[in-house]
């Protein structure tokens, strides 16, 4: 698995690892992990990201994977691009979202999803709750 490091020494930095024999696109994984960052508060708005260069080489993939990943995450508006600049994890994230009604129809959507997943692999809802639980306060979810 590779991995790399994006945050300032002086800190724990978050880090993205590939899983070379998931099915899931290498691209993608950059893509969910920085997310992740971003989510739990380990890469915040105006931090830089490596150079699209720089993280192809330090997780051994072709720069237009890094270069799909970090489009990607500018779609999503996680990322801000400028030409010959580094990226950097969007500013207006530093305003706390508003959730929409689509946000709130996407959200149940992926939960639903992953509740039939999980009872197809066997869980009970009392096992599923469990682990939401677990998930959800892994990530410092509160109130």
Do not use: K, W
Not at 14 to 31: A, E, H, R
Not at 71 to 94: D, F, Q, V
Not at 100 to 126: K, S, V
């Amino acid at each position: 698995m590779a991995t790399r490091e994006i945050a300032p020494a002086d800190e724990e930095p978050p880090t993205i690892t590939l899983d070379l024999t998931s099915p899931q696109p290498i691209y993608l994984q950059i893509v969910e992990q920085v997310r992740r960052h971003v989510a739990e508060g380990r890469l915040a708005p105006g931090d830089p990201l490596p150079s699209v260069r720089q993280l192809a080489a330090d997780l051994g993939v072709n720069v237009n994977t890094a270069l799909a990943a970090y489009r990607a995450l500018e779609a999503e508006g996680i990322a801000l691009l400028r030409r010959g600049a580094r990226a950097t994890i969007h500013p207006r994230l530093a305003q706390t979202p508003v959730p929409q009604p689509d946000d709130i129809a996407r959200i149940r959507a992926a939960l639903e999803r992953a509740r039939t997943d999980a009872l197809l692999a066997g869980l009970t809802p009392a096992m599923l709750r469990a682990l939401a639980a677990e998930v959800f306060g892994a990530a410092g979810a509160g109130a």
